[in-house]
């Protein structure tokens, strides 16, 4: 841990992350970040009774109703000191941290069917989702808030109790190979997503449902995904190519590639392959926890070095895709810390082109308005004895509002008929599917 605070500390200071002046606190889990600022309904008041300046519990004789109190013994002093409200603090930590966060403990039946069952053939079906239980303990939370104020720490590590789901594995062959339990989740939120990015979430998601990584194998989100296009059940959605943003088959993958990097990155497995967006995405927040992909150009991997098969289920519910890794738990422990930001950069001037390709005055936005940065995130893995600090740089580009608009083609020169050509963009390079 010396060590840790010792690569923390330097950048707090770049960062201003540990600055007494922050007015809000940051209550982190993993990858959640939680700000909770707070308020006068936080401060209270309290009795302190002395004798000769040494804090004493008055006797009861001396606490009575009314606005006045009966004369005190020599050398009793009684005065007013501010203090914290515990039960204001944890009301507030109950709605804005401790609810988002919960969760119920899921059952699942994990099988195979098909002629195939008895050689591990089959096709691996779930009856129900596997999603741990997840608990804020509001007490310790509480204890660790009234400190963090008191010290002008501004950023909280929460104490979350985790519950396994009910599992039964009836597939032997699947015993085996070491699936027993939920080893990871990987989970990301997809909010304000338009009707054809939720349906490539879907279809996406719907690929690994099943999947088994062996031992020692390095997964490929590329290649488990397949072909991506229109004959694999894709809609045309918003991918980031090269300057542009525009529609393309898949468009919405990277939030399945993104969910799937986050429980496997969480849990300490080695990362073979990742490449973050090129600029900053809503739907990815906080920055620095994303993975894009744009098969086969662009992948994500991870090696499976746990000493049994991990099996994936996938789901999603309401606004929320996961990733449920189930296999064998072992001894490591990670954390991963950050996003520490630097090297902000305000949006570049707005750009505008024309081209003949789209009607006379017909515009067509390529781009919104997207501020650079640099962030790191720095994860901890504690194995066999051995601790690993291993950074995660993501590098955001800043971006203009980007508009193409439409004109018409005009004829120039004297009988030449040469027209003015369609204006193109200099980079088509595919980045991302976004």
């Given at each position: 841990m010396r060590r840790l605070l010792f690569l923390i500390i330097p950048l707090l200071l770049i960062t201003g992350k540990a600055s007494a002046a922050e007015p809000t606190l940051t209550f982190r889990h993993r990858h959640f970040l939680y700000t909770v600022r707070p308020t006068a309904a936080w401060r209270t008041t309290r009795a302190v009774w002395t004798v000769n300046g040494k804090e004493i519990s008055p006797p009861s004789s001396l606490l009575v109703d009314g606005d006045s109190i009966p004369p005190l013994p020599p050398g009793v002093v009684l005065t007013q000191q501010d203090d914290w409200d515990r039960g204001a603090i944890r009301?507030?930590?109950?709605?804005?941290?401790?609810?988002?966060?919960?969760?119920?403990?899921g059952s699942v039946v994990i099988r195979r069917t098909g002629t195939g069952s008895a050689t591990g053939s089959g096709t691996i079906v779930f009856e129900g989702v596997g999603l741990p239980g997840r608990e804020v303990d509001l007490d310790r939370a509480m204890d660790l808030t009234v400190a963090a104020l008191e010290n002008g720490v501004r950023e909280i590590m929460l104490p979350v109790k985790e519950t396994q789901p009910q599992i039964r594995v009836e597939d032997p062959l699947l015993r085996q190979q070491g699936i027993t339990e939920v080893v990871t989740v990987g989970e990301s939120d997809y909010s304000n997503s338009p009707a054809n990015r939720r349906h490539n979430i879907a279809v996406g998601l719907s690929?690994?449902?099943?999947?088994?990584?062996?031992?020692?194998k390095t997964f490929?989100?590329?290649?488990?995904l397949g072909r991506v296009d229109g004959t694999t059940g894709y809609l045309k959605e918003l991918v980031i190519k090269g300057a542009r943003?525009?529609?393309?088959?898949g468009g919405g993958l990277c939030q399945v590639s993104t969910t799937a990097y986050r429980g496997i990155w969480e849990y300490g497995f080695p990362i073979a392959k990742r490449i973050n967006h090129?600029?900053?995405?809503?739907?990815?927040?906080?920055?620095?926890?994303?993975?894009?992909?744009?098969?086969?150009?662009?992948?994500?991997?991870?090696?499976?070095d746990s000493s049994g098969a991990l099996l994936i289920q996938t789901h999603r519910e309401g606004n929320l895709a996961y990733f449920i890794y189930y296999g064998t738990r072992d001894a490591r422990r990670s954390t991963v810390l950050g996003p520490f930001i630097w090297d902000r950069k305000a949006p570049p001037p707005d750009r505008t082109e024309y081209t003949t390709e789209l009607p006379p005055g017909e515009r067509k936005k390529l781009g919104e308005r997207v501020p650079g940065l640099k962030a790191?995130?720095?994860?901890?893995?504690?194995?066999n004895g051995e601790v690993k600090q291993e950074p995660v740089y993501s590098f955001y580009e800043a971006r203009p509002l980007y508009t193409l608009i439409g004109v018409e083609k005009l004829q120039f020169g004297t009988g030449t008929g040469t027209e003015i050509p369609t204006v193109f963009m200099e980079d088509t390079e595919v980045t991302s599917a976004e």
């Open positions: 009301q507030a930590l109950a709605m804005q941290v401790a609810e988002p966060l919960r969760r119920d403990p690929k690994f449902n099943g999947h088994l990584v062996p031992p020692g490929s989100f590329g290649e488990t943003t525009e529609p393309d088959y090129s600029y900053t995405v809503s739907h990815y927040f906080p920055q620095g926890t994303d993975a894009t992909v744009y098969p086969p150009a662009v992948d994500m991997q991870f090696v499976n790191l995130w720095v994860r901890v893995v504690s194995r």
